[in-house]
Nanobody, 126 residues
Framework: QVQLVESGGGSVQAGGSLRLSCAVS????????LGWFRQAPGKEREVVAA????????YYAAAGKGRVTITRDNNKNNLYLQKNSLRPEDAAVYYC???????????????????WGQGTQVTVSS
């Protein structure tokens, strides 16, 4: 069974930083594209960043470019999202996700993802 467990959310002031972590089932981690999404109240879930399983190439949504870094730790099967210079509009529930069929490229669409973590809340105060 595929499991993803996020941690690291919280409340920060604008301009601050957070590092989100996601523990991923070993089988999924090594084969399929992984990503971070977020969903603010009243809005659809949107991609923040994603990476390919093989070469680890990355994709960043325009809203976070230059402020966001997605990385992974192959020894721990963990996926990370470093967010710097946080803005109030970054407040949302952040989810890590895994596809179950996308290999060899980066999956950036929500519809490509089959599994999700429970989500972690990020609050940014101005």
């Amino acid at each position: 069974q595929v499991q993803l467990v996020e941690s690291g959310g919280g409340s920060v002031q604008a301009g601050g930083s957070l590092r989100l972590s996601c523990a991923v089932s070993r089988y999924t981690y090594r084969l399929y594209s992984l990503g971070w999404f977020r969903q603010a109240p009243g809005k659809e879930r949107e991609v923040v960043a994603a990476l390919a399983a093989g070469d680890g190439s990355t994709y960043y949504a325009a809203a976070g470019k230059g402020r966001v870094t997605i990385t992974r730790d192959n020894n721990k099967n963990n996926l990370y999202l470093q967010k710097n210079s946080l803005r109030p509009e970054d407040a949302a529930v952040y989810y890590c996700g895994s596809t179950d069929w996308v290999r060899g490229r980066i999956a950036t669409m929500e519809s490509e993802y089959a599994y999700w973590g429970q989500g972690t809340q990020v609050t940014v105060s101005s």
